[in-house]
């Protein structure tokens, strides 16, 4: 069965940066995709981002394109968020998500608190 812990949350003034990591467990884990995903209080979850675990592709929500980016390292099965240029407006919980067939996220991590001061 495969697990997903997130770390690297934290707080951060804005304007500053974290790198959210998103370690999965076993030797063969191959996901179609690794997401991101975020739900701040009182509002639904939205999607962050998005990676291809085979070539390498990516796709960013319209709020985070040119801050944040998705990267991965297959050998270590883990997935990164790197945040850059954080705004208040990003505190949120901070969901990974793996999906094995692409027709739907088969696996969550516990989530990392992002907490953005102004």
């Known amino acids: 069965q495969v697990q997903l812990v997130e770390s690297g949350g934290g707080l951060v003034q804005a304007g500053g940066s974290l790198r959210l990591s998103c370690a999965a467990s076993?030797?063969?884990?191959?996901?179609?995709?690794m997401a991101w995903f975020r739900q701040a209080p009182g509002k639904e979850r939205e999607f962050v981002a998005r990676i291809f675990w085979s070539g390498g592709g990516t796709n960013h929500a319209d709020s985070v394109k040119g801050r944040f980016t998705i990267s991965k390292d297959n050998a270590k099965n883990t997935v990164y968020l790197q945040m850059n240029g954080l705004k208040p407006e990003d505190r949120a919980i901070y969901y990974c998500?793996?999906?094995?067939?692409?027709?739907?996220?088969?696996?969550w991590g516990q989530g990392t608190q992002v907490t953005v001061s102004s």
């Open positions: 076993g030797r063969t884990f191959r996901p179609y995709t």
């Open positions: 998500a793996a999906s094995l067939t692409g027709r739907r996220n088969d696996y």
